[in-house]
C-alpha cells in the first residue's frame, strides 16, 4: 500500500511540475522573421533538397511543428533553431561561409544531424540527393 501511495505522488508532482514548465515563456515565440536575401542556387532541385534537409533551422522558413509548444521539447528545438540561424541562415545571405565549409558539413554526415533526421524523416537525403545538395552548396554564391 505504502508503494502505490509513493508512486501516485511520484504522478502527481510529475504532473504539476510539467503543467509549471509550460508556463515558461522561452521557446513559444516561433517566429519566422522576413527573408531579406537567398543565395543564388545552381537548380531549383539544390533548394528543394536544402529546403528540406537544412531550412528548419538555418533559415527564416522553420516549420514549428506541434510538439514545439511543448516543454521541455520547445526548449531544445527553439535552442536549435536560434543556433542554426544565427550560424548561418539561408534566408539572410551575406555570401559563403569558409568556401566548401557548408559541403563538408553535409558531406561528414554533421548535417543534418541524427536526431532531427528521426523527426523529419524527409531530410534523410538519399546518396545521389547527398551528392546534388553538396554540388548545389559548393556552387552557391
Known amino acids: 500500500m505504502y508503494i502505490k501511495k509513493m508512486l501516485l505522488s511520484i504522478f502527481i508532482i510529475g504532473v504539476v511540475v510539467f503543467g509549471l514548465i509550460q508556463l515558461i515563456p522561452y521557446g513559444h515565440s516561433h517566429t519566422n522573421p522576413p527573408v531579406t536575401a537567398e543565395p543564388t542556387w545552381d537548380s531549383p532541385q ?26 521541455p521539447v520547445s526548449w531544445l528545438i527553439q535552442r536549435d533553431v536560434d543556433g542554426g540561424r544565427r550560424r548561418m541562415n539561408f534566408s539572410q545571405w551575406r555570401g559563403m ?4 565549409e557548408l ?17 523529419h524523416p524527409e531530410a534523410n537525403l538519399s546518396d545521389a540527393e547527398k551528392t546534388q545538395l553538396i554540388s548545389g552548396l559548393n556552387a552557391l554564391k
Not at 514549428?64 to 509548444?69: A, E
Request: net charge negative; proline share 9%.
Open 103 to 119: 559541403a563538408e558539413i553535409v558531406s561528414s554526415g554533421e548535417m543534418p544531424p541524427w536526431f532531427y533526421v528521426i523527426m
Open 46 to 71: 539544390s533548394r528543394a533538397l536544402a529546403e528540406r534537409a537544412c531550412f528548419s533551422c538555418h533559415s527564416n522558413q522553420t516549420t514549428w511543428p506541434w510538439y514545439s509548444n511543448v516543454a
Open 97 to 100: 561561409p569558409e568556401s566548401g
